[in-house]
């Protein structure tokens, strides 16, 4: 592919009214419990209506990421300006759900400008459309990581960058986690073709950053679906 012909995406027009700006996300995945009896349809549009009706909760999207793990079905990713927002749909599930919706694994992180590229802002707060396929994982750095000198980490973040100039169509979406849970980042890559989140997993294994990786686990992936589809499955 030539350079003319390479999606690439800038948000430097956008990212510093971001970075001014605090907005905590959410990624929670669900199991269905199928040894429960379903609420029914009533749950499904309670659901619906009830996050719709949550001030300044944004919903991403509804992932369906069953068989891609054998213990996760349903992932909802959710964006808010405070965690209490996010804590509050998060009940909406749990209860309306009446145990048929397990959790499984829930982490909220906050965007913060980027050490030495405060352009580099999380695709979902920059205005991007969601893609068709979502892939998203924690992960923690080298206990030497911080301390490195910063010409010497900045290199090492460049040349991340570079192993991914290729997969402009590709979204990223990093937040910091420090706190809010068990990890230091969450990190969510959305594209149309689930090869091109494959393929640039792979290449960004071969930089001199993957060294001070320390732990990069669970992964979930799948594509986006309906909401009514996906919860009808689920409680219906």
Known sequence: MSEQERPHVDHSAVAESINASVNYTMYAVF????????????????????????????????????????????????????????????RVLLERSEARLAPVWS???????AEFNRGHVPAFLAGDAPKRY?????????YEWYLLPDAERRELLREHGAAARDYGDVLANTVASFALGDYEWLLAFEADDLLRIVDLMRELRATEARRHVREELPFFTGPRGDAEALLRRALV
């Open 134 to 142: 979502l892939c998203v994982y924690p992960f923690v750095r080298s």
């Open 107 to 113: 982490n909220v992180g906050v965007h913060r400008a």
């Open 31 to 90: 199991q269905e419990h199928r040894g429960v009896p379903a609420p029914g349809e009533s749950a499904v549009a309670s659901i619906v209506e009830d996050l719709a009706g949550i001030d300044g909760l944004v919903v991403r999207g509804w992932y369906d990421v069953s068989g891609f793990r054998a213990d996760a079905d349903l992932l909802l990713w959710l964006h808010a300006p405070v965690p209490e927002t996010l804590q509050r749909a998060y």
